[in-house]
């Protein structure tokens, strides 16, 4: 079903990966919660549409996008040049950063991105996290992976000596796993994540209209502070 035409039935296909939280992800009882499913739902209502939600992996989403399986892709997919070649961005809805993650014995020498030359460090397959390391640091063993407990398994092993991901994500993540992981470092490499689409200036232009509204009586705070305590809309 190509976007038009979901849309005349009144929905949005959201493409998200279902297994990234606080993002997105599945509670206990199986149903889809975290910060994009409530955003999603949010900007839905106020473009008059019903998310459906297609949970679907990462390194397939936005081929899933292009093909027309779906509509949007809310995932925290970062706005990069590249990206935006082959897709139409929303204006950002978050912003945050880059953060090393790694075990309390290598915190002192892993403290910032030219540290993991010479390091096996886990990143997400197809991610800008590997794209950066391809790019700024050409000395670091590259492990790519197509999901978060794998490489969170093969950093608690020693298979790998850090992780790289969102730092929001990382903060979750750290806080939950009771000190097993620490931050190597403070966040670099600013990133900012929309919506993304295929090309369609019109549809775009609505999408960027809810957000500001939504930004402006303070929605997007609201569901930014209901899952990290601070407000990483802005």
Not at 41 to 70: M, Q, Y
Not at 199 to 207: L, Y
Request: with cysteine; hydrophobic share 35%.
């Amino acid at each position: 079903m190509c976007r038009k035409q979901s849309r005349k039935k009144g929905e949005l296909v959201v493409g998200l990966e279902g297994t990234y939280p606080p993002f997105n992800y599945q509670d206990e009882s199986g149903k889809l919660v975290g910060f994009d499913v409530d955003f999603a739902n949010a900007l839905c209502e106020r473009l008059g549409l019903k998310a459906n939600f297609s949970p679907t992996k990462w390194d397939g989403i936005l081929a899933a996008l292009g093909s027309g399986r779906i509509d949007v892709v809310i995932n925290q997919v970062t706005i990069t040049e590249e990206r935006q070649k082959s897709y139409d961005f929303s204006t950002p809805y978050t912003i945050s950063g880059i953060q090393i993650i790694t075990r309390p014995e290598l915190k002192d020498t892993l403290t910032s991105p030219d540290k993991l030359a010479g390091h096996a460090v886990g990143v997400g397959l197809g991610t800008n996290f590997e794209q950066y390391l391809k790019e700024n640091v050409p000395g670091a063993d590259i492990r790519t992976y197509d999901d978060e407990p794998t490489k969170y398994n093969d950093l608690k092993s020693g298979r790998v000596d850090a992780v790289l991901n969102d730092r929001v994500v990382a903060a979750d993540y750290m806080k939950k796993t009771g000190g097993i992981f620490v931050p190597g470092g403070e966040s670099f490499a600013k990133q900012e994540q929309g919506v993304a689409l295929r090309k369609d200036p019109e549809f775009k232009a609505a999408i960027d209209k809810a957000i500001a509204d939504m930004q402006a009586d303070g929605t997007m705070k609201s569901i930014s502070e209901k899952w990290f305590g601070i407000d990483i809309t802005k």
